[in-house]
């Protein structure tokens, strides 16, 4: 089921709910299905899936202190 981001025309309330196919969000708050659906950003996982890391395997970055061969 995918998460949507949702501002409520009614009360201006900004969440986020999960949504099945046929259903209809309404605002926790008031209950209105008056909404606004927010665009959502998708990351691309890094290389590998993990976090970016430097040449030499370094997880907090690039120290500029690496031997040879690791640049």
Known sequence: ??????T???????FQTLVQTGETAECPL???TDLTQQLSL?????KGGGPD???CGNPAG???NCPAGFD
């Open 62 to 64: 690039c120290c500029n």
């Open 1 to 6: 089921m995918p998460i949507y981001g949702y």
């Open 53 to 55: 890391l430097a040449p």
């Open 8 to 14: 409520c025309n009614s009360c201006g309330h900004e």
């Open 42 to 46: 998708i990351a691309k996982p890094a």
């Open 30 to 32: 008031c209950a209105t």
